[in-house]
């Protein structure tokens, strides 16, 4: 007997992989936090022989080394992978063998070097499913861009490479085989995945861009090369800390997880080493927070945008949470490498308000009353603040693109003395750049919470192509989400 449970956490768009076989078990591309590989192991009264990475993953730390000292399982990485802590090197078409399944490395280059498919090979030998990293996605191909400075390699020499992984290695499998890779929509490592999170390998032959048959190399270089944006900043880090370990989890959770006074917490804040992080829902953070704190709230694609907004992954930071979730804000900042919380304020916003210290507001309207100022003054300075592709699509003609991933680039356009309306796909973006610029000094901010389409279907100037961002079926956390 034998399961493959596939253990997916929405706000990385991460998929981890479970298997187990006749009282043995590997995962493959874990998380973090080790627990639920450790009590899914107990319970199901099996031993972890294997970690199984298919690559130096570059936007999350991989638990790989806590939970290898752990369970005593050995660490795999695919061929010319080289760690600064013991693990095992495979060599293409090595075989292991887990109760009565097999797993076969299948080495995959192109979106890193080391890159490597698994193949899992039933007790009968037949090929059922295979494990594809970065490599293969529902809809698309891994991003070949981000091992270049270690390769001295070009993008499209890697996209290459990447053509001639999936072609070799891929494409010759059997058509009713499983795919499972390690993320899905919403994920930066790729630019057209899909909101499945597995497929059959003959239907992405059918319907993914990069899999057509008669794909030539250039076109596929070409193709998967195009519109890509820059990569978060914090991902050079995370693959770094993947490949020569990090600070032992339990530690940084502990450390993390202290309840400190409204004192205490006043005390770290003023010191100019140390950011205050509101983790809050944006609607309550615009209602009152702490000055010179900074709002990624949990309640969207949280662990990306800190990633992203906060430049030094060494950065101390003390918390405002909702209340009972202290313990899962550190884990997510762990997650992306955030190692450095120095614990949250005991009883949140309220203990501040109760103490008598001072909170401050961002005017917050929705898109009815924006709709109703532009009206009254069509030059109202507006700040649009999603990505380049959101806004090539469809944008008010009147506004400015202000980018939330190039905040610091972008910071000289704007002049302190005036107001501006800052918006994006559904107000969780647009309250992270308010909460930036008033930390910076900017006051005057005016937060449009709500959708982008029902901005489109009003009184609004737009450009662009006019295609709708939202899936009919869409709902409003979808959208943050994806935020």
């Known amino acids: 007997m034998k399961t493959i449970e596939q253990i997916y956490t929405g706000c990385l768009a991460q998929g981890a992989y479970f298997i187990e076989s006749e009282g043995e078990a590997a995962v493959i591309d874990p998380l973090r936090e080790t627990l639920p590989y450790i009590r899914r192991a107990a319970e199901r009264g099996v031993k972890i022989k294997y970690i199984f990475e298919t690559h130096f993953h570059a936007d999350f730390v991989s638990g790989h080394v806590d939970l290898a000292h752990k369970t005593g399982a050995t660490i795999v990485y695919g061929p010319s992978a080289v760690t600064s802590f013991e693990s095992h090197t495979a060599t293409d078409g090595e075989v292991f063998n887990i109760g009565k399944i097999k797993i076969k490395v299948l080495h995959t280059p192109g979106h890193t070097p080391e890159s490597t498919t698994y193949l899992l090979i039933n007790d009968k030998g037949i090929e059922e499913a295979i494990f594809t990293g970065d490599t293969l996605f529902i809809g698309d191909v891994g991003r070949p861009d981000l091992a270049q400075k270690a390769t001295n390699l070009t993008q499209e020499d890697l996209a290459g490479c990447l053509f001639d992984s999936l ?3 891929i494409f010759p499998l059997p ?30 032959k059918k319907t993914n861009y990069a899999m057509r048959a008669n794909m030539t190399r250039d076109e596929f270089i070409r193709e998967v090369t195009d519109g890509l944006l820059p990569p978060p900043q914090y991902f050079a880090k995370n693959a770094k800390m993947n490949k020569e370990g990090y600070n032992e989890f339990d530690k940084v959770m502990a450390a993390g997880s202290k309840a400190l006074s409204v004192n205490e917490f006043e005390v770290l804040g003023e010191e100019d080493d140390v950011l205050i992080l ?11 927070h702490i000055p010179g704190s900074i709002f990624i709230g ?23 949470t909702p209340d009972g979730l202290e313990e899962e804000t550190v884990m997510r900042l762990a997650r992306v490498g955030y190692d450095h919380a120095l614990g949250y304020l005991k009883g949140g916003i309220n203990a501040w308000r109760d103490a008598g210290k001072s909170v401050v507001e961002i005017k917050s309207i929705d898109v009815g009353e924006f709709k109703n100022q532009y009206e009254h003054n069509p030059d109202i300075s507006i700040l649009d603040v999603r990505k380049p592709d959101e806004w090539e699509k469809s944008h008010i003609s009147t506004a400015q ?15 302190p003395g005036n107001t501006y309306y800052l918006h994006c796909r559904s107000g969780y973006r647009s309250t992270v750049a308010s909460s930036i610029l008033k930390a910076r000094g900017y006051h005057n901010l005016v937060d449009v919470i709500g959708a982008f389409d029902d901005i489109k279907a009003s009184v609004f100037p ?6 709708s961002l939202l899936n009919p079926s869409e709902t409003a956390e979808d959208m943050l989400e994806k935020d």
């Open 167 to 169: 072609r070799s290695k």
């Open 175 to 204: 058509d009713d085989i499983i795919v499972y890779p390690a993320h899905g929509a919403g994920s930066a490592c790729g630019k057209n995945m899909s909101t499945e999170t597995w497929d059959t390998l003959g239907n992405q």
């Open 278 to 288: 509101d983790v809050r829902h944006q609607k309550d953070f615009v209602h009152g």
């Open 298 to 320: 949990l309640n969207g694609s949280f662990a990306p945008w800190v990633g992203a907004m906060i430049p030094d992954i060494n950065q101390k930071i003390i918390l405002i």
């Open 401 to 415: 693109h202000f980018p939330l991933d190039f905040i610091n680039e972008h910071m000289t356009e704007i002049l």
């Open 462 to 467: 737009i450009e662009g192509n006019c295609e």
